[in-house]
T-cell receptor, first 111, second 114 residues
Framework: KQEVTQIPAALSVPEGENLVLNCSFT??????LQWFRQDPGKGLTSLLL?????REQTSGRLNASLDKSSGRSTLYIAASQPGDSATYLC??????????FGDGTTLTVKP | DTGVSQNPRHKITKRGQNVTFRCDPI?????LYWYRQTLGQGPEFLTY????????KSRLLSDRFSAERPKGSFSTLEIQRTEQGDSAMYLC????????????FGSGTRLTVV
C-alpha cells in the first residue's frame, strides 16, 4: 500500500526566501507525481506534474524534482511571496490512475 | 470549457438524511475520480470511473455510498443515512487516459452533517 509523507507539516518564512518542500513515498512503482496548491476551503490547483521517466519540471518560480529510486520529490519555491501562502500537497499516482496524497505542508510567507 | 464543476458548493444536512452531489468533468476527460478530504488531511481516494465503468472502489466507501457516471459524462455521489463522520469536503477530479496529464480538480462540495 502506497504511503506519502510530507515534511514539514508547517513552514513559516519571510518574504523573498527560497524554500524546499519535501515529499516521500514508499512504493516507487508510480506513474507520475503531481504537486498541488490548496487555499483554505478551496479545491486543489495543479502546479507541476512529473512523469515517472522525468527528473524535474519547472514553472516560473517553481521547480519540482523526482527521485523514484529513493522515493522522494521536492518542490522548490524561489523568491517566496505572501501570495504563495497556502497548503502544498503532493500526490503519487499508480498506473491505475489512483493517486495517494500526503497531508500537505502549510506555508506562510510573511511580508 | 470552464474546468471541473461541482454542485452544490456547500450542503448542510441532518443526520440520517440522504444527500447527492454532482460533478461535471472536463468534457474530453474519460476518467473521473472522487476523493474525500477532512480538515488537516490530504484527500483520500473513494472511487473512479473510466467512461461509464466504475473501475475501483475504496474500502472507505461503505454500502451507504454509491457513485454513478451514466453515459460517461457527469457523475453523482450519493450518501444514504448520513452520519456526522461523513462531514468532509468531497472532491471530484478528472483526467485523460492513464493520468498522463494529471488531475484537474473541482472546487469541492463541503458537507456538514448536524
Amino acid at each position: 500500500k502506497q504511503e506519502v509523507t510530507q515534511i514539514p507539516a508547517a513552514l513559516s518564512v519571510p518574504e523573498g526566501e527560497n524554500l524546499v518542500l519535501n515529499c516521500s513515498f514508499t512504493d516507487s512503482a508510480i506513474y507520475n507525481l503531481q504537486w498541488f496548491r490548496q487555499d483554505p476551503g478551496k479545491g486543489l490547483t495543479s502546479l507541476l506534474l512529473i512523469q515517472s521517466s522525468q527528473r524535474e519540471q519547472t514553472s516560473g518560480r517553481l521547480n519540482a524534482s523526482l527521485d523514484k529510486s529513493s522515493g522522494r520529490s521536492t518542490l522548490y519555491i524561489a523568491a517566496s511571496q505572501p501570495g504563495d501562502s497556502a497548503t502544498y500537497l503532493c500526490a503519487a499516482t499508480a498506473n491505475a490512475g489512483k493517486s495517494t496524497f500526503g497531508d500537505g505542508t502549510t506555508l506562510t510567507v510573511k511580508p | 470549457d470552464t474546468g471541473v464543476s461541482q454542485n452544490p458548493r456547500h450542503k448542510i444536512t441532518k443526520r440520517g438524511q440522504n444527500v447527492t452531489f454532482r460533478c461535471d468533468p472536463i468534457s474530453e476527460h474519460n476518467r473521473l475520480y472522487w476523493y474525500r478530504q477532512t480538515l488537516g488531511q490530504g484527500p483520500e481516494f473513494l472511487t473512479y470511473f473510466q467512461n461509464e465503468a466504475q473501475l475501483e472502489k475504496s474500502r472507505l466507501l461503505s454500502d451507504r455510498f454509491s457513485a454513478e457516471r451514466p453515459k460517461g459524462s457527469f457523475s453523482t455521489l450519493e450518501i444514504q443515512r448520513t452520519e456526522q463522520g461523513d462531514s468532509a469536503m468531497y472532491l471530484c477530479a478528472s483526467s485523460l487516459a492513464q493520468g498522463s496529464y494529471g488531475y484537474t480538480f473541482g472546487s469541492g462540495t463541503r458537507l456538514t452533517v448536524v
